[in-house]
């Protein structure tokens, strides 16, 4: 059952993704030219799981990551919680499909996926909720299926009053590896490898450092 705290959550999350989308895609539609190491990871990602079945980009914002994977041969489609933000991936990238939903409780088949990206798109989720994120992730890949995550490394809980130029009103949480690696491992998920690297310059992000992980779900494809 999903609580009062964690639909007023999605509602504000919604609602300032949906205020934020134009200047969210001016800004980070091309971020990945000037991100080396995260172009090798989604190459290895998709190297991993090509001709397997279909990709699901999770907190897609306006789809700059199924951009890349659609671009280096993946089978992949978005989902975001924010319907302005589907709307600019849409546009965008009209021959990839985008559709609207909640990470919390997917409207998505079980073991219907061969892998899910999620750069990011756990960044407002509180800690209690993951565990829930991270068991519907389960739950849609197929066995053998393979999850890349990526987050900002830390302690924190960031607020923001404004975020490119727009009122904010959504906490940004930090996570350490280590505390993500048991929620994926409760959801039943092998934790491969988990890459750590120091922020890019200034111009290009947040000064925060990243971790990504690379979790898959124990089986064979079939």
């Known amino acids: 059952m999903i609580s009062r705290t964690s639909e007023n959550t999605t509602q504000l999350v919604r609602e300032n993704y949906d205020r934020l989308a134009p200047a969210y895609a001016r800004?980070?539609?091309?971020?990945?030219?000037?991100?080396?190491?995260?172009?090798?990871?989604?190459?290895?990602?998709?190297?991993?799981?090509?001709?397997?079945?279909?990709?699901?980009?999770?907190?897609?914002?306006?789809?700059?990551?199924?951009?890349?994977?659609?671009?280096?041969?993946?089978?992949?489609?978005?989902?975001?919680?924010?319907?302005?933000?589907?709307?600019?991936?849409?546009?965008?990238?009209?021959d990839i499909p985008f559709q609207v939903g909640d990470m919390m409780a997917l409207e998505l088949g079980d073991e219907s996926l061969a892998g899910i990206v999620g750069f990011y798109a756990i960044v407002?989720?509180?800690?209690?909720?993951?565990?829930?994120?991270?068991?519907?992730?389960?739950?849609?890949?197929?066995?053998?299926?393979?999850?890349?995550?990526a987050f900002h490394i830390g302690d924190e809980i960031v607020h923001p009053d404004e975020i490119l130029d727009q009122p904010n009103s959504m906490d940004w949480f930090f996570f350490q590896p280590g505390e993500i690696r048991r929620y994926l491992?409760?959801?039943?998920?092998?934790?491969?490898?988990?890459?750590?690297?120091?922020?890019y310059a200034p111009e290009v992000e947040h000064q925060s450092r990243r971790a990504y992980i690379f979790a898959r779900k124990p089986g064979t494809a079939t």
Not at 127 to 148: D, I, K, T, Y
Not at 185 to 199: G, I
């Open 185 to 199: 491992e409760a959801a039943a998920l092998f934790v491969e490898e988990t890459v750590v690297r120091e922020p």
């Open 27 to 94: 800004r980070f539609l091309n971020e990945l030219q000037s991100k080396p190491l995260d172009r090798e990871l989604l190459n290895r990602f998709a190297a991993s799981i090509r001709g397997r079945g279909h990709v699901c980009e999770m907190g897609c914002g306006p789809g700059q990551i199924a951009r890349y994977l659609k671009d280096v041969g993946t089978t992949v489609f978005g989902l975001d919680l924010s319907p302005g933000m589907i709307e600019q991936a849409r546009q965008l990238s009209p």
């Open 124 to 149: 407002n989720i509180p800690h209690n909720s993951l565990p829930s994120v991270f068991r519907e992730m389960a739950r849609v890949l197929q066995p053998g299926g393979l999850l890349l995550l």
